[in-house]
C-alpha cells in the first residue's frame, strides 16, 4: 500500500457497498486509446489498433466490464507529441474518458504520464519502453502493462552471446530517441558485463521515420562487423530490411533485430535463417504457452479472419494492455463491493495486480511497473507459411532478467556474473 493510499473504515465501506451504488455505474465507460494510426510508425502501430478493436468486442459480447459496455476513443499518435498531449488534456478533461492507454511511443509517453499524474487520469502504458519512465519519477495513476528496456534488450544480449560466444565487434543502428538510445546503451553494457573486449564498431542513429538507410549500409558493411544490432521499428524496419538484404548485410554479419518478428510477414522473405528477432515480451503467437491458451488461439484466428495477416507483437502487447485493464476495474469493483470505481480506486487496483494474458502472464510490481517474460528466438523458413517463423526460442523468467524494483539498472547490470548466465534457459527451450 502506498503512503497515499487513505483507508475506508469499515462502517463507510458497508455504505458504499450498498445496492445503491449500481446507480452510479457509467452508461459506457469511455477509454482512451493512443497508437499510430499515420505515418510510418503506423505499420507497428496499426496492429496494435486492430487488436483492440477485436478485444473491446469481445469484452462487449461479454457484458462489458462490471456490466458497463466499453466505448474506445482512439487518437493517432502520427500528429505529433504537441498535439497528441492536447488531445489527452481534452479527453481528460471532457469527461468522455475514465481511463487512458497510452502511448506507444516512449517519447509520448513520457511527455504524458506527468500530465496524467496531474489530472489524475488512470493511465495504462501498452508499449512505451523506455525504462526511464519509472526511473526517478514515482506516480499513482501511471502504470505499465508490459516490460521495460532493460530486460528487452538484456535479453537481446544474452541470446547473442548463447548463439555467439566468440562475437568481437558490434554495429548499432537505431533510431535516434530515446528508444533507439536506450536500447544501445543496454545492449552495449550486457555484452560488456561478459566480454568487456566487445568493441562497437559503427554506432549510427538515423531520424524516425528516414527512408532511405543506403549511406548507413554502406558505413556498417565498410567496418564488417561480427553482429549488427537493431531496434528500428515499423516502416524504418521494413525499409532497411530492403535495402540491406541484397547488399548481404544479414548474411555477412549475425543481424540482431529487436522488433524483426512485427516485419516477418512483410518483409520477412528478405531475411535469410538465423537473424536473431524477438518480441519486446513474450507476444509470440506460436510460443507453447499462446498456442496452448484458447483464448489465444481464438484471438489469433479471429484477427486472421477480419485482417488477413496474423497478429504480430504489438498486437498482443495491446490484447494484453486491455485485459490488465478489465482485470483493475474488476479488481475495483469488489473491492468496492459492487461500486463502481473512482480514479483513484481504480489506480490502486493497478498495485500488485497479476493476471495470465494471451502469451503468459502480467504483474504490476510496488514501482508501477510491468514484469513479463522476454522471448527471442531466430528467423527460420519453413513449408507451413510463407513467412519465416521464429525457431530455437528462448523464454527468460522477467524476474531473471528484470533488475529489483529501486535498484539502478545500469548498476545492476554491472554486477551480473557466471552464476547469472548458468541460470538462464538454452535455444530451442520456450515453455
Avoid at 193 to 219: M, W
Wanted: charged fraction near 20%; charge should be negative; hydrophobic fraction near 45%.
Amino acid at each position: 500500500m502506498k503512503p497515499w493510499r487513505i483507508l475506508i473504515p469499515a462502517l463507510a465501506f458497508a455504505a458504499l457497498a450498498a445496492p445503491a451504488w449500481s446507480q452510479d455505474k457509467p452508461a459506457a465507460l469511455g477509454v482512451g486509446v493512443f497508437t499510430f494510426m499515420s505515418g510510418p510508425p503506423a505499420a507497428y502501430g496499426m496492429p496494435g489498433r486492430n487488436a483492440a478493436e477485436i478485444v473491446f468486442n469481445d469484452i462487449n459480447s461479454a457484458g462489458g466490464i462490471g456490466g458497463v459496455p466499453v466505448r474506445p476513443i482512439y487518437v493517432d499518435e502520427g500528429q505529433g507529441t504537441d498535439a497528441v498531449v492536447s488531445e489527452f488534456r481534452r479527453l481528460a478533461g471532457s469527461g468522455e474518458v475514465s481511463a487512458m492507454i497510452a502511448a506507444l511511443s516512449s517519447g509520448n509517453c513520457l511527455a504524458l504520464a506527468p500530465i496524467a499524474e496531474q489530472l489524475k487520469m488512470p493511465t495504462l502504458a501498452w508499449n512505451c519502453d523506455t525504462h526511464q519512465l519509472f526511473l526517478k519519477d514515482e506516480y499513482q495513476y501511471v502504470y505499465r502493462a508490459n516490460s521495460s528496456t532493460i530486460p528487452e534488450f538484456i535479453a537481446y544480449a544474452l541470446y547473442l552471446l548463447q548463439k555467439k560466444p566468440d562475437l568481437k565487434t558490434v554495429a548499432i543502428i537505431n533510431p535516434d530517441y530515446a528508444f533507439g538510445h536506450d536500447a544501445a546503451q543496454i545492449f552495449t553494457a550486457a555484452l560488456k558485463t561478459f566480454k568487456p573486449d566487445v568493441e562497437v564498431v559503427v554506432e549510427l542513429f538515423p531520424k524516425l521515420g528516414a527512408s532511405n538507410y543506403n549511406t548507413e549500409i554502406s558505413r556498417i558493411a565498410a567496418a564488417r562487423p561480427d553482429v549488427v544490432f537493431s531496434n528500428l521499428w515499423g516502416a524504418d524496419l521494413e525499409n532497411f530490411v530492403r535495402q540491406a538484404a541484397p547488399r548481404g548485410l544479414f548474411s555477412n554479419s549475425q543481424a540482431v533485430l529487436a522488433l524483426g518478428e512485427a516485419v516477418l510477414q512483410s518483409v520477412g522473405g528478405s531475411l535469410p535463417d538465423g537473424v536473431i528477432v524477438g518480441v519486446l515480451g513474450d507476444g509470440w503467437w506460436q510460443s507453447p504457452k499462446a498456442s496452448g491458451n484458447e483464448a489465444a488461439v481464438k484471438f489469433v484466428a479471429d484477427y486472421r479472419e477480419k485482417f488477413g495477416a496474423y497478429p504480430v507483437f504489438p498486437s498482443f502487447k495491446m490484447a494484453n494492455t486491455i485485459l490488465t485493464l478489465k482485470a483493475a476495474y474488476e479488481k475495483a469493483i469488489e473491492a468496492k463491493g459492487g461500486g463502481w470505481p473512482n480514479a483513484e480506486e481504480l489506480a490502486a487496483a493497478f498495485e500488485g495486480l497479476s493476471i495470465d494474458t494471451l502469451t503468459g502472464s502480467i504483474t504490476i510490481r510496488e514501482d508501477n511497473d510491468g514484469l513479463v517474460d522476454q522471448i527471442v528466438g531466430v528467423t527460420a523458413k519453413g513449408d507451413e507459411y510463407p513467412f519465416p517463423v521464429i525457431a530455437e526460442m528462448v523464454r527468460y523468467p522477467a524476474d531473471l532478467v528484470t533488475p529489483p524494483a529501486g535498484e539502478d539498472p545500469m548498476a545492476w547490470i554491472g554486477t551480473l556474473d557466471d552464476s547469472f548466465l548458468a541460470k538462464l534457459p538454452k535455444p530451442a527451450a520456450a515453455n
